[in-house]
């Protein structure tokens, strides 16, 4: 087959999976009465568990406008419909006031609202911007947008000035360190926040991007031989298993994230370290050469690492590495990137998808064996798989529109 | 092979296993420099990482106590140097003060003692009280009981009246409830600080062991046909996964404890019930019937668990149930209670020990394949392992000194 005969098929295969994703999640996790959305959905579509995760809330109000506002067959008021039921349920009932004047996320609520846990981290409140402003971008509703940017103002305070009002109590072992997820979300939400809107926003956010950009590459260590997951505040590496900690689908990811932030600011130096540093190396560590399919967690030194799951292939790490490996592809053309696409597909698709009921499993063992059956859980919910989905679609469309 | 001839090889096993395990952790684990014990430790005894687990670090102290005590091969200064040493690094570290004028312990020390993470739970707590109770025993320090009995009182506190010194924010939707954890290591603590101390103390605590008895008794659910690991406070079923949970271990764990306290108490009902309901419906519900061994978590209606790790087999569970078949069987004589206790021995025994390097693994696939190969992690310290022997032994001692 020519490569791009491969291509047109895979992005066929691609667009139908999207379809029946995006089919799955209206059919089941709407919640007609108390809104918002049920994520914990088993095998076959029934709820198993009617707690509602902020993070995935957040998540799926943002898919579901991303969808509405950039692809013509996901232009419908049944999805505009469910991600403003969506936006309606979070600014009701997510936001909590603290003793200190601050707002802060809860991490999940009861079916109909209440509080039952907060986080003493930022990500609650990463989803609820991320939801908040693709959803202004859909209702022109300018207030939501400016919501979006004074929460974003709370967190850039947070992760940079002052971490009391996350409510963590200081202790004298706990020295403050660079995770990867901080700087990441940020570029995440600087990406969205300035996406289209202006040069005003763009340099408002311009040194904040860069700061999460150094960030991040902070987190390339042992002369550039690996990505470890947390690094110190000054960039060093940490002691221990948290020091060692390798988490490859995160690492794609981060890679994906820069890769895209290049393409905007033409930095192809910043590209090549991307890729062979994001992409590539966390590829060639994290595969499994046995049983293929990434690991989830690895520790660079060869040590066992304690998370329980760290062997389990999770469908996540592969939705990442699928955009990133394209991405790649699509920015440098190098035909090694495209073969590693085409080898996580082949991977993905003859593991994670249900072809019984739909949607995608989340879980194997590190043979591959489906551990856990359910399609939704308090971490998966409507985000990974149709992001990943909708991404390369849109990459493969337009590596088939310049195929010559 | 006779009965007799059965238990005599099998207590010669169970007494090698624990000579060996003691070994194991007397030559890792004990930090000469800073005090206290390393309990991350690799396959083949290397240390991975410094930090001190307090829970594990009041367990260990607990068991070289118990052991240096009660049984006249352990009564070794090496080992009553060991548990000193641990004693005085916990009474050095652990114990922060917090803003109102009550003991926190931490969860987590760095190698020197300074607190890096701190739960909002009583455990830290309870394994201190542990230790400090058993140290107490064989240095005859009266101060030392006194303060175990300080952090009871503070510890009967929290769960009896007033949580909000445990840092835990009320939210609205996060409604109080009985996790068999609690009542569980109440009772533990009880039987722990009046063994053998007298009228005075049995008298003081007397209300307490059967306010625990009857919160553990409030897991039997589903009319008698299943144990849950979570109920409300009046003993009704939660609503969704936390309400459906089984922790087949945990369960077998509440069984011996109630075993040996209506030992003490000589309630037969109570006694029927503890057998009947944590001891054999808990093997019933959480035995592999493919795979052999004890799944970690189920959910009462077959759903899957959200835990990732549901499916895995752990050492602790199958150490429980070691223990809660043999004190079921020398209680009541009933051999089918035996044939248990032997069938779970080999499967643990042909699966756990780590021939090559001694010590235990702790944690299989389903399928009993080694998933973590290291012996002592955040969680697995010198505690399940030794403690099932060390009853397992004392048991069997029992049963062979009587058995005609």
Same mark, same amino acid.
């Given at each position: !087959? ?39 959905? #088993? ?10 995760y902020v993070w995935l809330q957040g998540r799926?109000?943002? !898919? ?9 067959? $996901? ?32 991490f999940c ?14 990500f609650s409140?990463c989803f ?168 989830? $967690?690895?520790?660079?030194? #060869? ?37 590693? $696409? ?19 499993? #989340? ?15 308090p971490f998966?919910g409507?985000f ?21």
């Amino acid at each position: !087959m020519s490569a791009v005969m491969k291509l047109e098929e895979c992005r066929k295969q691609i667009s139908t999976e999207l379809d029946n994703v995006v089919d799955f999640w209206l059919k089941y996790s709407h919640d007609t009465e108390y809104g918002g959305f049920f994520t914990c959905i #088993g095998r076959d579509g029934k709820v198993y568990d009617e707690l509602k995760y902020v993070w995935l809330q957040g998540r799926q109000v943002w !898919m579901y406008c991303r969808l509405y506002r950039t692809m013509d067959r $996901f232009h419908k008021p049944e999805i505009l419909e469910a991600a403003k039921a969506g936006g309606t349920f979070l600014r009701k009932f997510a936001r909590m006031s603290t003793s200190s004047d601050q707002w802060k996320c809860a991490f999940c609520l009861t079916r109909e609202g209440k509080a039952v846990k907060v986080q003493r981290t930022i990500f609650s409140e990463c989803f609820y911007i991320l939801a908040m402003d693709e959803l202004s971008r859909v209702t022109g509703d300018k207030d939501m947008q400016l919501e979006a940017e004074q929460m974003m103002q709370q967190l850039i305070h947070w992760v940079r000035v002052d971490p009391s009002g996350l409510g963590r109590p200081q202790l004298p072992g706990d020295i403050p360190s660079n995770g990867m997820a901080v700087p990441m979300m940020l570029l995440c939400l600087v990406q969205q926040l300035t996406e289209g809107r202006g040069e005003e926003l763009v340099q408002k956010y311009r040194e904040l991007g860069s700061w999460c950009v150094k960030q991040i590459l902070q987190h390339i260590q042992r002369d550039g031989a690996a990505i470890l997951e947390n690094v110190s505040l000054d960039g060093a590496e940490l002691p221990g298993c948290q020091g060692r900690l390798q988490n490859p689908g995160h690492a794609l990811e981060a890679g994906w994230f820069l890769i895209q932030y290049t393409a905007e600011s033409g930095d192809e130096e910043l590209q090549k370290t991307a890729i062979s540093k994001f992409v590539e190396l966390p590829y060639q560590h994290g595969w499994d050469k046995e049983h293929g399919g990434l690991f989830y $967690f690895l520790d660079v030194d #060869g040590h066992c690492p304690t998370q329980l799951e760290w062997s389990m292939k999770l469908w996540w790490p592969h939705c990442e590495a699928l955009v990133a490996f394209l991405m790649a592809y699509s920015e440098t053309k190098k035909p090694e990137l495209l073969e590693r $696409f085409f080898q996580v597909c082949e991977y993905t698709f003859s593991h994670f998808p249900d072809a019984e009921s739909g949607e995608w499993f #989340g879980y194997l063992t590190q043979e591959g064996k489906v551990a856990l059956d359910f399609k939704g859980g308090p971490f998966k919910g409507f985000f990974h798989v149709p992001r990943c989905l909708y991404m390369c679609e849109r990459i493969l469309d337009d590596l088939l529109a310049n195929k010559d």
